[in-house]
């Protein structure tokens, strides 16, 4: 096995399950990965918002490491507080480490600039509250959000115990005719290995909160070959002015 030539660190919730084995799925064998955890394990507005209080301690741990890029690889807690919110986050990990720094919600925002993509179909995990405010950050970020489905919980465990075809069945029912693209948010639900498939039978791009952050971070550290097996976004790597 080649020795990592890059590293990248990864901030995950405390009760996330699933976003650390997809990435170690899908990593290159010379792209290392190294995680810290921040605490949560209800999925209420409220929790995510205290998740992100000990943000610059856990990733000065990261930093520690001479990580090339640091992620925060959770959706709502970079989305939770309307457009410009997922900047403001990375910037207190840049400004706390001297690293560059994104977060799942810049890498969604990037991958569907990369893509050329305007009208998605939304699915997540979340409950209702939650899915509001994620349509809330895309729709002030351009982004029309023509359908969706939420599953409704709250319990972060319970979220990661879900089956992957729960995902591949979410994003068959709410794909239709005006969306440019199926996209899932929630990195502790998991997707990865439906995307292919789902993309195959749709005729059409699908995202997740893992595969567009995998994606994100390896633009950050310059990486250009790419992963066969997730995807459109992973397969050929467009780049992104956003990133």
């Avoid at 990593?27 to 995680?35: C, E, M, Q």
């Avoid at 709410?174 to 990865?192: K, P, R, Y």
């Amino acid at each position: 096995m080649p020795l990592a030539t890059k590293r990248i660190g990864l901030l995950v919730p405390s009760s996330n399950t699933t976003v650390e084995p997809e990435f170690y799925r899908v990593l290159p064998a010379d792209v290392s990965l190294h995680v810290g955890r921040l605490p949560i394990e209800q999925v209420t507005p409220d929790r995510v918002a205290e998740m992100v209080d000990p943000l610059e301690t856990e990733a000065k741990k990261l930093a520690a490491a001479n990580v090339d890029v640091i992620v925060l690889g959770a959706a709502a807690p970079s989305f939770l507080k309307g457009r410009g919110y997922d900047r403001e986050v990375a910037a207190r990990i840049e400004q706390a480490t001297g690293k560059p720094a994104t977060t799942a919600s810049t890498a969604l925002l990037a991958s569907l600039e990369a893509l050329g993509v305007r009208r998605v179909a939304l699915g997540t995990a979340y409950s209702t509250r939650v899915n509001d405010i994620a349509i809330g950050f895309l729709t002030a970020n351009g982004i029309e959000v023509v359908r969706t489905e939420c599953l409704g919980l709250v319990d972060n465990l319970e979220i990661g115990r879900l089956d992957v075809e729960t995902a591949y069945e979410v994003g068959w029912k709410v794909n239709c005719a005006e969306a440019q693209a199926v996209t899932f948010l929630c990195t502790n639900w998991q997707s990865m290995a439906i995307i292919e498939r789902l993309e195959r039978d749709i005729g059409k791009p699908v995202l997740s909160s893992t595969q567009f952050s995998v994606w994100a971070a390896l633009k950050k550290v310059g990486y250009t070959k790419g992963i066969t097996g997730y995807g459109r976004l992973l397969r050929d790597l467009p780049d992104s002015a956003a990133l």
